[in-house]
C-alpha cells in the first residue's frame, strides 16, 4: 500500500449494493465507502464494478469472525478474487483482526473465556517475549485463515484502537486504520501514523462517533464530530470516514430506549452529514500535500513492548499472571508524551526564552516510532524511550547509527534490560554502554529522596536547559536509586548531578552523575542514571521535565507559538518550483476563540485568532506569511515578481486574506490579482463542489433502515 492520494479519502459507512451506493453519491458525503458485499456474487460484481466507475474507494468488512477459525464469507475463495479483480484498483483493502487490539485493552471481562463473543484473552506468558510470541502466533493464523479466501495481494487492513500495531504487522497485516474516540486521539494517532511512515504505507481513521461522541447528540458532539474530521487531517490520515452517528444515532440499554433515537432524516443526523460534506467538499477542493506532517520527535515503541496506551491496566493482557503485570513504571511511562501536549506551568522558574513555546510538540506533531520496524530514523531530530525495551543487538546498532548520524537519543539503563523479565534487570553487556552511552554500570547506590540539578548549559541543546549553578533548592525530587557509573568515552561529560540541599558545590553534583551527555559522530545520547523507569513514581518528574527540555531544544523556526487549546501541523511542499510550508491549524476550545502567532528568524509575528471548534490553513512563503478567511481554497501557483508575491488561488468565495512580512520588509501580495482580498475562483473539474447548493442534502426517500454499525444492541440481539 504505497499509493498516497493527493486528497485524503472521505466517506461512509454504508451498505455495499448498486442502489445503495447511487444514494451514497447523492448524499455527497464522499468516495469511499466502507461496508459488506451483497450475498448473491452478481449483486456484489455489479457493486464493485458501479465503484470502479464512479470512483468509489472500498474497504470491505472481515470475512473470518472475529475470534472464530471458521470462514464467514458466502463466497468461494475462487469468487471472492473474482470480485477482487472486478474492483481493481478501486478495491483499498479487506478489514481483518477486526478490533484484535483488544485482546490487550479491552475490559478484562470481554475476554475471559470469550465473553464478548469475539477474542479470547491472551494465554499466560513467561516474558514480554513469550507474551509477544503467542500473540502474534495468534494473529497470524487469522491472517492466513483470511488470506485463504481474498488472495495474497490483497491488502489487510486492521482497525482498532490500540499502539501495538507492530504485531499484527508481523502477523500479516498491510495497513491500520484507527478507530477514532475511544482513547486520546492526541495520543494515539500518532502510533499510526508513526507504524505507516515505517512501513512506507497508508493509513485512516474509522470514526466511531455514534458509540462515543457523547450521550446525547447535543451541541459538544456537533463539535466533537468536527474536530474529529479536521484532526484526522492535520495529522495525515490517507482514509478518514464515520463508523456510525452519520446516519442513525441511538443510544439503549439492551433494547429500552434512552435519551435519544434519531432517525436519519432527524435534524441533528442532517446537520452531522452536513458537517460532513463541508469537509469532504474543502478537501476536494483544498488538496493536502503528499508529504507527511513535519514530525521533530519521536517517542519509541520498544521490542516487547505490551501495553496498548487504551483503558486496560495491564501489560500484554495478563489479568491473571500476577502483580508483575499489573500496569507499573514502564506502563506509566506513556503518561509523559502528556508533557508535549501540554502548556507548561509558567510560575515554574525552568520555564525560559523568549516566550513559553510549550504546549505543543516541536513542529505541531510527533510520532510513536516502531524501533523494529523502522528502517530510517534519521527524520527525528530526538528520540525518546518512555516505557518497555528489551535490548539486542540490533537495536544497539540502529540506535548507534541514528546517533552518529546527528540524532539525539534520551534512554535510561532499564531500556538496556536483556533479562527478559518484568521483575529482574539485567543491563546489555553487563553494563558496559561505552560505545553508546559513554558508560559503565557497576551496580546501583542505595534507593532514596533526591532531587536534581543541572551542572552545565553547554550542549547542543544549551538554551533549553535550565542551569542555574548549584547553589539553590533541589528540582524534580523523587524517590530513586542511582547508578554506580564509570565514565569511559572521551566524549562524556556531566549534565545534572544529584543533589539534596541548597548548599552544594558543583564538586558535589560531579560527585554523583545523573545525567550524562555522549557525542557520538554528529549527534549525542542522554542517559539518565537511575535504576528506575522514567514512568516510576520517583523518576516521573525528572523524565517529564527533560522531554520538555528535549522538546524545546528542537523547536523548529519557523514555528506556530500557540496554547494547546490549538492543535496544528506543519506541511512542506513547492508550488511553481517555490517552497511553500502550510499551516493547519485547530482551534479545540469549543466556546472561545483562541489565539496565535508565528515565529520565523527569531521573530514573533502579531497575533490571530481562531473561532471556537475554528480550522485554517496559513502559509510561509519566503518570509511572507499568508492567512486566507476561507478555508475551501487550494492555493496552485506562486510567483515572485521583485518586490511582490503574486498567488493564484482557487477559491470558493470572494474572502480577505490577512498578510505579514515577518522579514520587516514591505512586499506586496497579490492574491488572484487583487491586494487585500481574494477573488472567488473555480476549479473547472471540480466545478460540482463549487456549486451554491453543494451543502444541501438532497430528499432521498428510498434508503436502508440500518446502515452498518447504527448500534451494537441490534447486532447482538439478532
Partial sequence: MNKRDIRPIVGYSYPVTVEKLREMLD???????RGALPRKKEEALAAVRFCRENGIRILLGEIVPRGELRKSSVYSPEDFQEIVKEAGDALLGVYGLGEAGGILYWPKYYTMNRAAKTWKNLEKADSPADARKKLVEYFRKFVELQRSVMGSETPLSIVESSQILQYQKEAGADFFVHEMCPGNPLELLPAYRGMARACHSIWGTHI???????????????????????????????????????YTYQVDKWGETRWNMFDRDHPNLLRARRILREFYRFCMIHQRPTSDPETRIGILFGNNEGFPNLWNPYAWGQYENGKEWEAGPPEQGWKLPQALLRKENVFHETVMGE???SGNPAGGQYDVVPLETAEDLSRYKALAFVGWNDMNDAQYAKLLEYVRNGGHLLIWPAHCNVSGKRTELRLYRDGDLSELCGIRIKGWKTTDVRGFKFVSADSLLGDAIPYWG?????????????????????DARILAGFSYHIREYDSDLLAEPALIEHRVGKGM?????????????GAFPFAEALLRILNTGEMSDPDAVCPEQIRYAIYHTEISGVPVRIFYLLNTETECSVGFRFRAGGKLSREYRLEPAGFTAAYLIDSMLILPSCAAHRLHEVHRYGDSLRLEFHMLEECAVLQEDLSGKKRKLFCNGREGRCPARREEELAEYYAPDFLEEPDITQYPH?????????????
Wanted: with cysteine.
Fill in 706 to 718: 440500518h446502515a452498518p454499525f447504527v448500534h451494537l444492541t441490534q447486532k447482538l440481539q439478532s
Fill in 27 to 33: 448524499l455527497k458525503g464522499g468516495l469511499l465507502v
Fill in 470 to 490: 548549584s547553589r539553590h533548592d533541589p528540582w524534580w525530587m523523587g524517590r530513586i536509586t542511582p547508578a554506580e557509573i564509570e565514565i569511559s568515552g572521551e
Fill in 525 to 537: 545520547v542522554w542517559t539518565v542514571a537511575v535504576r528506575e523507569y522514567p514512568g516510576d513514581g
Fill in 355 to 357: 516566550c513559553n513555546r
Fill in 208 to 246: 466511531a462517533i455514534g458509540w462515543y461522541g457523547g450521550i446525547r447528540m447535543d451541541e459538544l458532539w456537533m463539535k466533537r464530530w468536527k474536530l474529529c474530521l479536521y484532526l484526522a487531517f492535520l495529522q495525515g490520515a490517507d482514509i478518514i470516514y464515520p463508523e456510525s452517528g452519520h
